[in-house]
């Protein structure tokens, strides 16, 4: 798995538990827990001010969390550097001592808490607590709970970096869906690793579940099917020949947030059975930051380590698109964010903060252009010169549709000013990588 619990080994500073992306080391003389992330290199982000001296370390749920227990504070630790808290006597967290660039504190939409985070170029945190949370300490009364989630939880994937994504799809001529042509595909092929393909190819189960006020009401919405049949399997699997004789890599499309079926993971299950992709698209996920965190533990080791998840998380378990959640990032390859707008963000942060993995979940982070460049609705149009720099500028990747209306001409130049933008930032990220080793 990309992220471990590390054993304990003999160290001048031994930690209490350590993951990919974190030490938790007992300060000296035990008046607190120091977080210390690992990446892109050592530094010290977090205290939890409590009585460390008789901390102890228990198995957690999974193979894949510990739990450390303190007169104070039980604290459950995934192999995701997140940190679940709670409080048995009054205890404090105290975020820093780091100069952060970012600094944004949110209600969270539930209306049950509130968010704080803090970043700079090299990671940085997430902290989740009561309503009067913010600032940079924190205090828990007996009983109450908190978050943190540290970044980045784990470092990029090298062979990811170049990855170029092509989304393909349309809705077709009702009834029936439409497979993309052997020449789109062949388009295609010289501008994209990834070919990932939308919803339509599947078949409508039943026309009564539309959303009756919607412009989806006279649209084909096989994402809210319990079971998913394609239209045409015969074509579906010359599609996927001819994809992978080009090259690419092939995602089909299923929804665990919107899908009928009671179990989405066995659905996915079943379909990987059938069809052996080479992984899916997913168009977000159902239930609160737990739940979501454990739907992708279980999907990685469904998929295994090779076959690529790459998640629309535009609609995050916070309900807003300004905080992520890397724990459930980290455990995709590709994550897509805009389509939900930006936030209140400006553009250039919204990237960094709110798209890019780059030292924040080790993902690679795509935008999805339409929701979020700026304009009052959401319209499909080729990016900008101006955008292509300001994604590339915070590490972020822009995923290529080619049904961008607009002249050919003007896909062409957009895909000469990407590809050789990206293989700038590329050459630029490999060389930070080893220097940080």
Not at 318 to 330: E, H, I, K, N, S
């Amino acid at each position: 798995m990309r992220m471990r619990i590390e054993e304990p080994t003999a160290a001048s500073e031994p930690a209490l538990v350590a993951t990919t992306g974190l030490r938790i080391v007992p300060e000296e003389g035990g008046r607190a827990l120091l977080l210390i992330a690992r990446l892109p290199r050592p530094r010290l982000v977090a205290r939890i001010l409590c009585d460390a001296s008789s901390a102890r370390v228990l198995a957690g749920p999974d193979l894949l969390d510990r739990v450390i227990e303190t007169p104070a504070v039980r604290i459950e630790v995934g192999a995701e550097s997140r940190l679940q808290i709670a409080a048995r006597e009054e205890a404090a967290i105290d975020v820093g001592p780091t100069r952060w660039r970012h600094r944004l504190d949110r209600g969270l939409r539930s209306g049950s808490g509130r968010a704080a985070v803090r970043t700079d170029e090299d990671g940085g945190l997430l902290l989740l607590g009561p309503r009067r949370a913010g600032g940079d300490r924190l205090v828990l009364g007996a009983g109450e709970r908190a978050e943190i989630q540290v970044m980045a939880p784990r470092p990029p994937r090298r062979e990811h970096l170049s990855l170029r994504v092509a989304h393909e799809g349309r809705p077709g001529p009702f009834p029936a869906a439409t497979l993309p042509t052997a020449e789109i595909v062949a388009g295609v092929a010289p501008h994209a690793d990834v070919f990932a393909l939308h919803a339509y190819f599947w078949r409508e189960e039943d026309a009564r579940r539309r959303p009756r006020f919607s412009r989806y009401r006279f649209r084909r919405c096989p994402w809210l099917n319990d079971r998913h049949e394609p239209e045409d399997a015969a074509g579906l699997d010359r599609l996927m020949t001819l994809v992978r004789a080009r090259g690419m890599r092939f995602l089909p499309y299923f929804s665990p947030r919107f899908t009928a079926a009671a179990d989405p993971l066995a659905e996915l299950s079943r379909l990987q059975a059938r069809w052996d992709f080479d992984g899916f698209y997913l168009d977000g996920l159902r239930g609160d930051l737990g739940e979501q965190v454990g739907f992708m533990r279980a999907l990685r080791r469904l998929l295994g380590e090779e076959r690529l998840i790459y998640l629309n998380a535009s609609k995050g378990p916070l309900g807003d698109p300004a905080l992520v959640t890397p724990a459930v990032d980290a455990w995709a390859d590709l994550v897509l964010r805009g389509d939900s707008g930006r936030g209140g963000l400006d553009r250039a942060t919204f990237l960094r903060e709110a798209v890019s993995g780059w030292n924040r979940s080790g993902t690679i982070g795509l935008w999805c252009h339409y929701g979020s460049s700026g304009l009052p609705f959401p319209r499909d149009r080729v990016p900008s010169a101006g955008d292509v720099e300001a994604a590339l500028e915070a590490h972020v990747r822009i995923w290529r549709r080619s049904f961008w209306p607009g002249p050919s001409a003007r896909l062409a130049t957009f895909d000469r000013r990407y590809e050789s933008g990206l293989a700038r930032l590329v050459a630029a990220e490999e060389a930070s990588l080893d220097q940080s080793r």
